[in-house]
């Protein structure tokens, strides 16, 4: 993955999920944000080639990283970003998503980012706007930026992904990050392993070709990466797990179940994290093994790099 | 009226066992005087005009015994006119309409209301069922008897289900005693929650949540284990797994029931909602190929009764949303028979079959001379061209609301014209 290849074109006009992208639009869009990792250490962080162009941040769930990060990337792009305010809005007066699309679509946006509490939200709006959709989280479908960047993360350390092996732990019923991530290291050819109590394990997920695990320390087994999921209690609505004192036992990242991964090993996690929940907190600080932070710090080079390619 | 002449046809009634080619006669009174291959060009007066059939079919009506009408309360979705428009283009004659209107059917007073419109408004037969709770709470009984004298043909929540196993034992026996017709949609509550498509692999990737075919076999079991004791007269709405069909073939010997299917889940699978597509939400769910395999496979075997349209029509607007918000059901009554007519150009079920599971079998769970052509009957029937090739086109459908699953879908199998009472009140 060395050479530019600026002429190159994205094969979709939106950006719904990793699903409907191919290796190649994966390798464009990673190369395009190496070069922004090196342009956000810099002392001048903004460049102006999406200068004159408008980009509207539709955010129906709360958000910190990915709101920020998408809005900063507009921002050192010289896009004019505008955020709309869900709570102030029409929508809250009833307004349906089609009808507000058809509002946004009259001021001629050029690119639109959504994230909304339903899967599929951004495939409906993507059907009623002229301009480009990305999709920052749809339901638990897929959140292909955030698999975009931690695939960016994971090449940043470990130099290729193509043969590691990862486990993807927690909450996956609930999880977009999960469902994004699956797709998109099993297509660079990552082995994946997948670890959840039964209770959070979406039905058939083995037939997205994955290994499935229910107990923790053969999940990590000689694993290279270990992504760990917020437990999103909030998206429980009857009971799950008997508590979150007995899932930190069994499925909360300690050291003595990371002793069972590879001695280099790196931890993730898309945040924002439970401490005490599903990571021991000091694992998580821990800068040797975890690139939490880093995952940030590249997010926004990832939604650099979309914003430019999606937009053009 | 005229007496007239049909000849030539290829006719089927399957509660007369009448499957060759042959003639109708309806006479005066729009009643039929005779029917079968003994009718033909030799033994009808030579001066009498006939109508030559050759190459068509004539089927009784069709009975569908699951449709939902906006009246009272969505007249903006569908009215007891248009309802009966979409029907006659479809073949259909009698319709049994589910009580989930606004208010919704569960006390004498307004049943008056619902014959008086269904009769001034609507030109095929309808059968009004009365919910079995009061609102739909699954909590009180309805006055089944009182209903019932009014002229109510059947109980059920329609697209709810009674949930309490003490109030359902308690709605058998009541329905035992006074000789009711207890339909029930098989699904239970809290292992179908906040589900909106079959839970496997499609749910996964769509990240919906999904509905486990479990929650329509545990109410099935729960029910025929309950009508073990209980034997009233007892009809599963709709089933939609291989799991549902397991339970019904090891319980068909043992007790008498009877058991529905949509014609959307025999002929679509999961696959089918492809992009999200809402009008594809239906319940029960779409479920996988080897679902959709086993319900064909249960027609043939007997262990399904009828066919059903599962007609809910939805405005434009309560589908425009996304998947999770989108209403549920599909608007089919007018593609009922040309759908179910697949079955038999894929060589899935024979054609006597077919018919029979939209005729007579409903009309003999409901206790109604209707579905046949016995003489001295009212002569209503369909004349279909069953080979006519036609698409599904949303702009086409004469149903007030054009939510239907199968847009595009090619089709083979029209209806020509229907007959109500020997008058032709549809006509292609």
Same mark, same amino acid.
């Given at each position: 993955?060395?050479?530019?290849?600026?002429?190159v074109? *994205?094969?979709?006009?939106?950006?719904?999920?990793?699903?409907?992208?191919?290796?190649n639009?994966?390798?464009?869009?990673?190369n395009e944000?190496?070069?922004?990792?090196?342009?956000?250490?810099?002392?001048?962080?903004?460049i102006?080639?999406?200068?004159?162009?408008?980009?509207?941040?539709?955010f129906?769930?709360?958000?910190t990283?990915?709101q920020?990060?998408?809005e900063?990337?507009?921002?050192?792009?010289?896009?004019?970003?505008?955020?709309?305010?869900?709570?102030n809005s029409?929508?809250?007066?009833?307004?349906t998503?089609?009808d507000?699309?058809?509002?946004?679509?009259a001021?001629?946006?050029?690119?639109?980012?959504?994230?909304?509490?339903?899967?599929?939200?951004?495939?409906?709006?993507?059907q009623?706007?002229?301009?480009?959709?990305?999709?920052?989280?749809?339901?638990?479908r897929e959140?292909?930026t955030?698999?975009?960047?931690?695939?960016?993360?994971i090449i940043?350390?470990k130099?290729?992904?193509?043969?590691?092996?990862?486990?993807?732990?927690?909450d996956?019923?609930?999880?977009?990050?999960?469902?994004?991530?699956?797709y998109?290291?099993?297509?660079?050819?990552?082995e994946?392993?997948?670890?959840?109590?039964? =209770?959070?394990?979406?039905?058939?997920?083995?037939?997205?070709g994955?290994?499935?695990?229910t107990?923790?320390k053969?999940?990590?087994?000689?694993c290279? *990466?270990?992504?760990?999921?917020?437990?999103? =209690?909030?998206?429980m609505?009857?009971?799950?797990l008997?508590? =979150?004192?007995?899932?930190?036992?069994?499925?909360?990242?300690?050291?003595?179940?990371?002793s069972f991964?590879?001695?280099?090993?790196?931890?993730?996690h898309p945040?924002?994290?439970?401490r005490?929940?599903e990571?021991?907190?000091?694992l998580?600080?821990?800068?040797?093994?975890?690139? *939490?932070?880093?995952?940030?710090?590249?997010?926004?080079?990832?939604?650099?790099?979309?914003l430019?390619?999606?937009?053009? | 009226?005229?007496?007239q002449?049909?000849?030539?046809?290829?006719?089927i009634?399957?509660?007369?066992?009448?499957d060759?080619?042959?003639?109708?006669?309806?006479?005066?009174?729009?009643?039929?005087?005779?029917?079968?291959?003994?009718? #033909?060009?030799?033994?009808?007066?030579?001066?009498?005009?006939f109508?030559?059939?050759?190459g068509? %079919?004539?089927?009784?009506?069709?009975?569908?015994?699951?449709?939902?009408?906006?009246?009272?309360?969505?007249?903006?979705?569908?009215?007891?006119?248009?309802? &009966?428009?979409?029907?006659?283009?479809?073949? +259909?004659t009698?319709?049994v309409t589910?009580? #989930? @209107?606004q208010p919704?059917?569960?006390?004498?007073?307004?049943v008056?209301?619902?014959?008086?419109r269904g009769?001034? /408004?609507a030109?095929?037969?309808?059968y009004?069922?009365?919910?079995?709770?009061? #609102?739909?709470?699954g909590?009180?009984?309805?006055e089944?008897?009182?209903?019932?004298?009014?002229g109510i043909?059947?109980?059920?929540?329609g697209?709810?289900t009674?949930?309490?196993?003490?109030?359902?034992s308690?709605?058998?026996?009541?329905a035992?005693?006074?000789?009711?017709?207890?339909?029930?949609?098989?699904?239970d509550?809290?292992?179908?929650?906040n589900?909106?498509v079959?839970?496997?692999?499609i &749910?996964t990737?769509?990240?919906?949540?999904?509905?486990t075919?479990l929650?329509?076999? +545990?109410?099935?079991e729960?029910?025929?284990?309950?009508?073990?004791?209980?034997?009233?007269?007892? %009809?599963?709405?709709q089933?939609?797994?291989?799991? &549902?069909?397991?339970?019904?073939?090891?319980?068909?010997n043992?007790?008498?029931?009877? @058991?529905?299917?949509?014609?959307?889940?025999?002929?679509?699978?999961?696959?089918?909602i492809?992009d999200?597509?809402t009008f594809?939400?239906?319940?029960?769910? $779409?479920?996988?190929?080897e679902d959709?395999?086993?319900l064909?496979q249960?027609l /043939?075997d007997?262990?399904?009764?009828?066919?059903?349209?599962?007609? /809910?029509p939805?405005?434009?607007?309560?589908k425009? $949303?996304?998947?999770?918000?989108?209403?549920?059901?599909?608007?089919?009554?007018?593609?009922?028979?040309?759908?179910s007519?697949?079955?038999? %150009? #894929?060589? &899935?079920?024979?054609?006597?079959?077919?018919?029979?599971?939209l005729? %007579?079998s409903?009309?003999?769970?409901?206790?109604?001379?209707k579905?046949?052509?016995?003489?001295g009957?009212?002569?209503d029937?369909?004349?279909?061209?069953i080979?006519?090739p036609?698409?599904?086109?949303?702009?086409?459908?004469?149903? /007030?609301?054009?939510?239907?699953?199968?847009?595009?879908k090619?089709?083979?199998g029209k209806?020509?014209?229907?007959?109500?009472?020997?008058?032709?009140?549809?006509k292609?």
């Open positions: 993955m060395a050479s530019f290849k600026k002429a074109k *994205i094969s979709q006009k939106h950006l719904l999920g990793i699903q409907d992208l191919s290796i639009d994966i390798n464009i869009i990673l944000a190496k070069d922004f990792i090196s342009l956000n250490k810099s002392k001048n962080k903004k102006d080639i999406l200068r004159g162009k408008t980009q509207i941040n539709l129906f769930e709360p958000s990283r990915t920020s990060s998408f900063l990337a507009g921002k050192r792009l010289g896009a004019d970003v505008m955020s709309m305010n869900i709570t029409a929508i809250k007066k009833g307004e998503l089609i507000t699309a058809m509002t946004l679509n001021m001629h946006p050029d690119i639109i980012v959504i994230r909304h509490q339903d899967s599929g939200a951004c495939n409906l709006l993507s009623k706007v002229n301009c480009s959709v990305l999709n920052a989280g749809d339901g638990r959140h292909p955030q698999a975009l960047l931690d695939a960016l993360t940043d350390r130099k290729k992904i193509q043969g590691l092996r990862i486990a993807i732990c927690g996956i019923l609930h999880s977009r990050v999960a469902r994004s991530n699956i998109l290291l099993n297509m660079l050819g990552a994946v392993n997948i670890v959840a109590p039964s =209770n959070l394990m979406p039905k058939d997920l083995e037939k997205l994955i290994n499935k695990f107990d923790m053969k999940g990590v087994k000689d290279d *990466i270990v992504m760990m999921l917020r437990l999103q =209690n909030e998206r609505t009857s009971s799950f008997s508590s =979150n004192r007995e899932y930190y036992e069994y499925y909360g990242l300690t050291p003595d179940k990371l991964a590879k001695e280099d090993a790196l931890i993730m945040g924002p994290m439970n005490g929940i990571i021991d907190t000091k998580a600080d821990d800068i040797n093994k975890s690139v *939490i932070k880093e995952q940030v710090e590249l997010g926004v080079a990832v939604r650099m790099a979309c430019k390619l999606f937009c053009e | 009226m005229k007496k002449y049909f000849l030539n046809a290829y006719i009634d399957p509660k007369n066992s009448i060759e080619i042959g003639g109708l006669i309806v006479n005066e009174n729009g009643k039929i005087e005779a029917v079968g291959k003994k009718v #033909n060009k030799n033994n009808i007066p030579s001066r009498e005009k109508i030559n059939l050759e068509k %079919h004539i089927f009784p009506g069709i009975v569908d015994m699951r449709v939902f009408v906006g009246e009272p309360g969505y007249e903006y979705k569908e009215n007891f006119r248009t309802l &009966s428009n979409a029907a006659l283009a479809g073949g +259909v009698s319709v589910m009580p #989930n @209107t919704v059917i569960d006390n004498v007073s307004i008056d209301f619902l014959k008086r009769r001034d /408004k030109k095929i037969n309808i009004p069922t009365a919910t079995l709770t009061k #609102n739909l709470e909590k009180n009984m309805t089944f008897g009182l209903l019932q004298n009014k043909i059947g109980f059920t929540d697209v709810k009674i949930q309490n196993s003490r109030l359902m308690r709605i058998m026996r009541s035992y005693d006074l000789g009711s017709l207890v339909i029930q949609h098989a699904e509550y809290e292992l179908a929650e589900g909106t079959n839970d496997g692999i &749910s990737k769509l990240g919906l949540q999904g509905i075919d929650a329509e076999k +545990v109410i099935i729960r029910d025929l284990t309950l009508l073990e004791d209980l034997n009233c007269r007892y %009809h599963i709405a089933i939609s797994s291989s799991k &549902s069909v397991e339970v019904i073939k090891y319980k068909k043992e007790i008498d029931f009877t @058991t529905g299917v949509s014609i959307n889940n025999l002929s679509l699978n999961e696959n089918d492809g999200f597509r594809l939400k239906l319940s029960p769910p $779409l479920r996988r190929e959709r395999l086993a064909v249960g /043939k007997g262990l399904i009764d009828v066919i059903v349209s599962d007609h /809910k939805e405005d434009e607007e309560s425009r $949303l996304t998947f999770a918000q989108a209403a549920t059901g599909a608007s089919g009554i007018e593609t009922l028979l040309p759908l007519l697949e079955l038999y %150009h #894929n060589d &899935s079920v024979k054609l006597f079959k077919i018919i029979e599971l005729t %007579h409903p009309a003999k769970i409901l206790n109604i001379d579905g046949n052509m016995s003489i009957n009212d002569a029937f369909c004349i279909v061209d080979n006519k036609w698409v599904v086109k949303k702009e086409k459908m004469i149903s /007030k609301s054009k939510n239907t699953c199968i847009e595009n090619k089709l083979q209806v020509i014209s229907t007959f109500i009472k020997g008058i032709e009140l549809y292609l």
